[in-house]
């Protein structure tokens, strides 16, 4: 008799269970978007205190961060595969050049399975992705007397960017009397020259202002400085493009996290194409005088390169963004939540943006920040490895990740 009821008992758990699960799943739209919004406003209200204590704090937070971006995709049509379009450049370059002396890359480039190494004098690159390095030191008793300092190097290829950090660390070192690193291979080659360029490069923004005010007498809001870097909402959490929202606990505090996607309408692109290169014949004076006029080629093959970059920038201007109400008919997603279906069809571009805050609840005080943006943009490519028809698909060519942990104090912060 035990037995039979143990049964009984967990069958109608198991449809309990079961019966919860499919009304989820049945869950409206406008019910999931419904409920998320209520959610939202919940926070807001903690949220307005979280923001004026911060205005009132005396804090400091110091952060480093990365910003990866490949400066050279492009969409393609239907009959010409897109992404890359300097790695594309770069291949027809080598297998039309090649021709002429099968020898002349291996002293240019390098062997062809090894072409992402660096090319010598030439500081050129087999792909355009880059990196860009910055730093930010921010102090404030308040929001009217603060300090911020903003240190940004210039984009440097990718494949350079760890040996740029372990030089920046060896600078750190100087100053601080530790010892510096040991020197990798590339200590007397081109990537050194290129990493010593970009640190002599770099770019040191201050801003120190007392009573609202820089020594100029202009006015400057501590909170909408630091905001526009890490990721602070001044105001109330948006509803527009959010498809997640939670508000949890942790053991010590409480975590929200809000993902939003934009999404932006189609425009005509221009593709953009590289300079082709007709080689002389090898061992001629016209030859002679190629090889030589190679860095201002290359050079030129950087600058379309960014104007590539800034024409997708461009595609994601405000007034080419998507609303709810352009939807219509589901023209450019289905779907909704985590499900969100987009049509790469209609749109031409699109950006994926995460806060994560960790908060002290009873204190109504920030601690954290973790800010996440990415940057999609659709592509022509093949299907599959097994069939070559071009469709498009969608993938990250720009992204930016920060966490920045706030420190607090009770008393004034000496600034800088």
């Not at 049945?26 to 919940?42: H, V």
């Not at 090649?98 to 072409?115: C, M, R, V, W």
């Not at 390169?305 to 997603?333: C, H, P, Q």
Request: with cysteine; aromatic share 14%.
């Amino acid at each position: 008799m035990k037995k039979k009821y143990l049964i009984l008992s967990a069958v109608i758990i198991l449809t309990v269970i079961l019966g919860v699960m499919f009304t989820g799943c049945s869950q409206t739209e406008d019910e999931y978007y419904a409920e998320m919004y209520e959610d939202i406003k919940e926070f807001n209200t903690q949220y307005g205190k979280i923001l004026d204590n911060l205005y009132k704090a005396n804090f400091s937070v110091s952060f480093d961060f990365n910003t990866h971006y490949n400066a050279s995709i492009e969409r393609g049509t239907e009959n010409e595969k897109g992404w890359d379009a300097f790695e594309k450049a770069y291949n027809d370059f080598y297998e039309s050049i090649g021709i002429q002396d099968p020898n002349f890359f291996e002293k240019l480039f390098g062997s062809k399975s090894d072409a992402q190494k660096n090319i010598n004098s030439y500081n050129f690159q087999t792909n355009a992705w880059m990196d860009v390095y910055t730093k930010v030191e921010y102090k404030q008793n308040g929001s009217k007397d603060f300090y911020l300092k903003v240190t940004t190097y210039p984009a440097i290829w990718e494949n350079y960017y760890d040996s740029l950090l372990d030089a920046i660390e060896d600078e750190n070192a100087i100053k601080e009397g530790r010892e510096k690193l040991e020197k990798k291979d590339d200590k007397n080659n081109v990537v050194w020259d290129v990493v010593e360029a970009t640190i002599a490069g770099k770019t040191e923004t201050v801003i120190r202002v007392t009573d609202g005010k820089d020594a100029n007498g202009n006015e400057y809001d501590g909170i909408e400085m630091l905001s526009s870097i890490v990721g602070i909402v001044t105001g109330e959490m948006p509803t527009d493009d959010i498809y997640t929202f939670n508000n949890g606990n942790k053991i010590y505090t409480n975590v929200m996290q809000a993902q939003y996607i934009t999404a932006y309408k189609l425009t005509e692109e221009t593709q953009i194409k590289y300079p082709e290169i007709d080689a002389p014949d090898y061992g001629t004076k016209e030859w002679e005088a190629f090889v030589n006029g190679m860095p201002q080629i290359l050079s030129s093959w950087n600058a379309t390169a960014n104007t590539i970059f800034m024409n997708n920038l461009a595609a994601m201007d405000e007034s080419l963004r998507v609303g709810l109400e352009d939807n219509v008919d589901e023209k450019y997603w289905s779907k909704f939540g985590e499900d969100v279906v987009y049509d790469w069809e209609e749109v031409g571009a699109m950006k994926l943006t995460r806060y994560t805050y960790n908060y002290n609840k009873k204190h109504s005080k920030l601690e954290q920040i973790d800010y996440y943006v990415e940057y999609v943009k659709p592509y022509f490519t093949e299907k599959s490895a097994a069939d070559s028809k071009l469709e498009l698909k969608g993938d990250v060519y720009y992204k930016t990740h920060i966490v920045a942990d706030f420190e607090y104090s009770d008393s004034a912060i000496k600034l800088p």
